[in-house]
């Protein structure tokens, strides 16, 4: 069976809103503040920790991928958002697929523009974090709590994405 490709596309803010926002400094800031040095491009992001997690923010150092990737697994977080900030320019991998009837249909992928970030709402399949480059720094911004917020589903046969 020849195995399942997918091919990267750019990340646009249409594309991904069925999954989330793409956050980055594109188009005039919503405010300019510190004495008119610096551009505020405001509230970017549709946060959700759920009534029992709060916000909590970490640092990812993942190791770096390349293409073509072999995707063998995909998530979720049923109770709350998770936003990856990088830390450098370059870069990454964003993995999502559409829900189907509760599980996770044809992946789509797409490959951010330097300094490019995202947030999947909750509930949204993803692949985890995905770097193609050395270090891979991240902020992430996701739920914090003692229930459990985990999905995860296999693939098999994997999909291979390719550039
Ligand atoms: N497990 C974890 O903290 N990270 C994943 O959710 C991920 O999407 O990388
Ligand atoms: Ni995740």
């Known amino acids: 069976m020849s195995p399942r490709e997918i091919t990267v596309q750019p990340l646009t803010a249409d594309a991904f809103a069925p999954f989330g926002e793409v956050l980055d400094a594109s188009g005039a800031p919503d405010r300019i503040i510190n004495a008119g040095l610096c551009g505020r491009h405001h509230d970017l992001a549709k946060l959700d920790f759920g009534p029992d997690g709060r916000a909590g923010i970490s640092i990812f150092n993942a190791q770096a991928r390349s293409l073509p990737y072999q995707l063998d697994l995909l998530e979720r977080h049923p109770e709350g958002s ?82």
Request: no cysteine; hydrophobic share 40%.
């Open 82 to 163: 998770q936003a990856f900030l990088p830390l450098t320019g370059a870069p990454f991998l964003v993995i999502v697929a559409p829900d189907e009837g509760d599980t996770p249909g044809t992946p789509l992928a797409f490959l951010t523009a330097p300094h490019q970030g995202v947030n999947f709402h909750r509930g949204t399949w993803h692949g985890v974090l995905t770097p193609l480059a050395e270090p891979g720094l991240f902020a992430v911004v996701d739920r914090i709590g003692t229930s459990p917020n985990l999905d995860e589903y296999p693939l098999d046969p994997p999909y291979v994405i390719k550039g």
